[in-house]
T-cell receptor, first 112, second 114 residues
Framework: DAMVIQNPRYQVTQFGKPVTLSCSQT?????MYWYQQKSSQAPKLLFH???????NEADTPDNFQSRRPNTSFCFLDIRSPGLGDAAMYLC???????????FGSGTRLTVV | AQSVTQPDIHITVSEGASLELRCNYS??????LFWYVQSPGQGLQLLLK??????LVQGIKGFEAEFKRSQSSFNLRKPSVHWSDAAEYFC????????????FGTGTRLQVTL
């Protein structure tokens, strides 16, 4: 089945140690999103790619970066994770103008 | 800027009882509205969406929602709740534009008692 896959499901990283989260899709959707969801809070959009065009939300910290080497893959890089970055990170895809988001199962990040 | 308010943080209903989850939105134009469900440790699954047309929309798992422009509301309903419906429910509004960005509410956690 076509889907959005996030790896790993659980990630533990040390304070200040760079970490990369992965998202892949088989839907061939041209838009990919990264959301951060802290405990008992709404998912918050960090950035999105429209094809190769990167779009950062105004309040996304500089500590967060993203790469999209091709249509299928998108990565979230956290350069120096702090304790406040512990959260569920959700990847989603959609087609242009189509609000049919497909979400991955998320990566739960723990910072120790 | 668009926003979504879900006034109920937590709701408990008995299995077989009816359910209504409230959602109010703020958006300058005709909104694109959504309800998503999230089981613990999982991603979000789309229940239903409203773009235009009939203000009562049907979704998966027996859910429906009604768009009321005069009240800026998009409440989610189910006539008879099942224990497996226990989850977190998020209302979202579309921000428009080519990338279809969504703004989510803070969610309502549904507990179902047997």
């Amino acid at each position: 089945d076509a889907m959005v896959i996030q790896n790993p499901r659980y990630q533990v990283t040390q304070f200040g140690k760079p970490v990369t989260l992965s998202c892949s899709q088989t839907l061939n959707h041209n838009v990919m999103y990264w959301y951060q969801q802290k405990s008992s809070q709404a998912p918050k959009l960090l950035f999105h790619y429209y094809d190769k065009d990167f779009n950062n939300e105004a309040d996304t910290p500089d500590n967060f970066q993203s790469r999209r080497p091709n249509t299928s893959f998108c990565f979230l890089d956290i350069r120096s994770p702090g304790l406040g970055d512990a959260a569920m990170y959700l990847c989603a895809t959609s087609e242009t103008g189509n609000y049919g988001y497909t979400f991955g199962s998320g990566t739960r990040l723990t910072v120790v | 800027a668009q926003s979504v308010t879900q006034p109920d943080i937590h709701i408990t209903v008995s299995e077989g009882a009816s359910l209504e989850l409230r959602c109010n939105y703020s958006y300058g134009a005709t909104p694109y509205l959504f309800w998503y469900v999230q089981s613990p440790g999982q991603g979000l699954q789309l229940l239903l969406k409203y773009f235009s047309g009939d203000t009562l929309v049907q979704g998966i798992k027996g859910f429906e929602a009604e768009f009321k422009r005069s009240q800026s509301s998009f409440n989610l309903r189910k006539p008879s709740v099942h224990w497996s419906d226990a989850a977190e429910y998020f209302c979202a509004v579309g921000a428009g534009g080519t990338a279809s960005k969504l703004t989510f509410g803070t969610g309502t956690r549904l507990q179902v008692t047997l």
